[in-house]
């Protein structure tokens, strides 16, 4: 695979000029470039530049508001809404998570349904955001049909991510933001870009017959992993980020979509607790002592310690040089 090295600002400075090329405002823009460079800056390359063309074509097509203005309401002192006004999701998040942080410190629990959106980014921005001001988060969103429930081969479930941040005080917060499915489709689909084979389990072809070649997989179905457990769980994902919220679950999702290659309207359930409340003020000594063991455990990583480590690399990122083609040739302005 070749790669060209980006700086990071580099980095930001063209997806913030593709989307601004392709419609978005400068507040849309700033706000989507940013968590892409972010994604890029940790080492989670299938939510970085990755998705830049996803965006553009979205945009391109009028699915999504390119203009949008998201509008934050309270349904009552702990249960706040954002209508997303059909932009993507980032943006929502910057005018909704700090009054969702400030409703669950005061009250001990709050809950933010965010709808009309179109979520294309990871999950671990916005739990990442709640855990960094003392708060356990969890969060998830579906998306359109790509995954088989357990025991079929047809797929209904989207790969259905859940994101959970617990606040840690000396440390940043522990996160983890993962797929339900074996593999996140992202990920299926840069291995069949650079020509490399996937997990068995991760998916079926076609036929419905399992395979570890992700093209025959993009094909086909991704499979939950863990068997029934994850299958559950991303049934679970649907009713939360679907009906909870007063959106639609993913094959809805999909029915309505334009199939422009961007992200669905979907959307996202985020939940916000204060364990300053629940607990009292010795939580931090128990969850501490805990983790500190976990940590100690032979073989055992801690989840996001891959990223945190990334993001202390300030230097150039290595970018897919066909990737980078493709976004200066196509979707930039000539």
Same mark, same amino acid.
């Given at each position: /695979?070749?790669?060209?090295?980006?700086?990071?600002? =580099?980095?930001? #400075?063209?997806? +913030? %000029? &593709?989307?601004?090329? #392709?419609? &978005?405002?400068?507040? +849309? #823009?700033? &706000?989507?470039?940013?968590? !892409?460079?972010?994604?890029?800056?940790?080492?989670?390359?299938? +939510?970085?530049?990755? *998705?830049?063309?996803?965006? !553009? &074509?979205?945009?391109?097509?009028? $699915? !999504?508001?390119?203009?949008?203005?998201? $509008?934050?309401? /309270? *349904?009552?002192?702990?249960?706040?809404?954002?209508?997303?006004?059909?932009?993507?999701?980032?943006?929502?998040h910057r005018r909704s998570l700090d009054a969702l942080a400030k409703a669950a410190k005061e009250n001990g629990v709050a809950t933010l349904s965010v709808t009309r959106t179109h979520h294309f980014a990871a999950l671990w921005p916005e739990t990442e955001a709640l855990g960094q001001q003392g708060l356990v988060a969890i969060a998830c969103v579906s998306y359109m049909p790509s995954v088989a429930p357990f025991g079929a081969s047809e797929a209904l479930y989207g790969t259905n991510p859940l994101s959970f941040a617990w606040p840690r005080p000396k440390s940043p917060p522990l996160v983890f933001d993962m797929a339900t499915a074996a593999m996140a489709m992202g990920d299926v689909q840069i291995a069949a870009r650079d020509g490399h084979p996937v997990p068995a389990g991760t998916g079926l072809n076609a036929d419905g017959e399992s395979t570890t070649d992700p093209k025959e997989i993009? %094909?086909?179905?991704?499979?939950?992993?863990?068997?029934? %457990?994850?299958?559950?769980?991303? /049934? /679970?994902?649907?009713l939360l980020a679907g009906p909870l919220v007063g959106e639609t679950v993913s094959f809805s999702s999909k029915e309505r979509d334009s199939s422009d290659g961007g992200p669905p309207q979907g959307g996202e359930f985020i939940l916000a607790m204060n364990p300053d409340i629940?607990?009292?003020? =010795?939580?931090?000594?128990?969850?501490?002592?805990?983790? =500190? $063991?976990?940590? #100690?455990?032979?073989? !055992?990583?801690?989840?996001?310690?891959?990223r945190y480590r990334n993001r202390q690399d300030t230097g150039p990122r290595q970018i897919n040089s066909d990737l980078l083609e493709k976004i200066q040739t196509t979707l930039l302005p000539t």
């Open positions: /695979m070749n790669t060209a090295s980006l700086s990071l600002d =580099e980095i930001y #400075a063209l997806a +913030h %000029k &593709a989307l601004l090329s #392709a419609g &978005a405002s400068e507040e +849309h #823009a700033d &706000a989507v470039a940013d968590v !892409v460079t972010r994604a890029e800056r940790d080492g989670s390359h299938s +939510h970085g530049l990755f *998705r830049i063309p996803g965006y !553009v &074509a979205s945009l391109r097509s009028g $699915k !999504v508001n390119g203009n949008a203005d998201p $509008k934050l309401s /309270m *349904r009552s002192p702990v249960v706040l809404h954002c209508d997303g006004d059909l932009g993507y999701a980032p943006l929502a993009i %094909k086909g179905v991704l499979l939950p992993f863990g068997g029934h %457990k994850g299958s559950h769980i991303a /049934m /679970m994902i649907e629940l607990s009292g003020d =010795e939580w931090h000594d128990q969850s501490e002592a805990f983790l =500190e $063991k976990l940590d #100690a455990l032979e073989g !055992v990583r801690l989840p996001a310690e891959r």
